[in-house]
């Protein structure tokens, strides 16, 4: 019955992705391994496109801490790391305990952050992205999925047509003044 409504769920929040967004989850319950990180990969057709990047956490009330640390990295194709972040999010007001995500499912909670804003991928290709526990412990608990999240932002070339002083080539932006 549980497997069939989560089931459920993930097709309801799938339909209403929108569809200039990427969103992907991995359980990693009921113990997410010290060395076992979460990936997921990427293809990536426009460089000129800007993306604001986010991690989804899923955790239990019975979480052992108040803060969560994982190690965010982007590698492209050949395994080459183009983007690596320590991070460092809170789960539980430090004071009164509560736990800062959304509820869901009993005592299960949601909660996002923001990684990259505005983000450009260099070139297009497949990316890797993977999120890996840094707790200091083998196995754990309470962490019952991660994932990335990723929106597209306007294009600001389009959105701002009148500004003819700046120029994209390639990964770089250079801004010529008069």
Do not use: H
């Given at each position: 019955?549980?497997?069939?409504?989560?089931?459920?769920?993930?097709?309801?929040?799938?339909?209403?992705?929108?569809?200039?967004?990427?969103?992907?989850?991995?359980?990693?319950?009921?113990?997410?391994?010290?060395?076992?990180?979460?990936?997921?990969?990427?293809?990536?057709?426009?460089?000129?496109?800007?993306y604001n990047i986010y991690c989804d956490i899923r955790y239990s009330a019975d979480y052992n801490w108040s803060r969560f640390f994982t190690l965010y990295?982007?590698?492209?194709?050949?395994?080459?790391?183009?983007?690596?972040?320590?991070?460092?999010?809170?789960?539980?007001?430090?004071?009164?305990?509560?736990?800062l995500g959304s509820s869901g499912i009993g005592d299960l909670y949601e909660k996002e952050f923001l990684i990259r804003k505005e983000f450009r991928f260099?070139?297009?290709?497949?990316?890797?992205?993977?999120?890996?526990?840094?707790?200091?412990?083998?196995?754990?608990?309470?962490?019952?999925?991660?994932?990335?999240?990723?929106?597209?932002?306007?294009?600001?070339?389009?959105?701002?047509?009148?500004?003819?002083?700046?120029?994209?080539?390639?990964?770089?932006?250079?801004?010529?003044?008069?």
């Amino acid at each position: 019955m549980r497997i069939l409504f989560l089931g459920i769920l993930f097709s309801a929040l799938t339909a209403c992705t929108n569809p200039s967004e990427f969103f992907s989850m991995v359980e990693t319950a009921p113990f997410w391994k010290a060395n076992s990180p979460v990936s997921f990969e990427i293809a990536v057709n426009d460089v000129n496109q800007a993306y604001n990047i986010y991690c989804d956490i899923r955790y239990s009330a019975d979480y052992n801490w108040s803060r969560f640390f994982t190690l965010y990295q982007v590698k492209d194709s050949v395994g080459r790391s183009l983007d690596s972040l320590l991070l460092e999010y809170y789960l539980f007001d430090p004071v009164t305990g509560k736990p800062l995500g959304s509820s869901g499912i009993g005592d299960l909670y949601e909660k996002e952050f923001l990684i990259r804003k505005e983000f450009r991928f260099p070139f297009r290709g497949k990316f890797q992205f993977t999120l890996n526990q840094m707790m200091r412990v083998d196995s754990l608990e309470g962490i019952r999925s991660a994932g990335i999240r990723m929106e597209r932002q306007p294009n600001q070339a389009a959105s701002n047509s009148n500004n003819k002083w700046i120029k994209n080539l390639g990964s770089a932006e250079f801004v010529f003044l008069p």
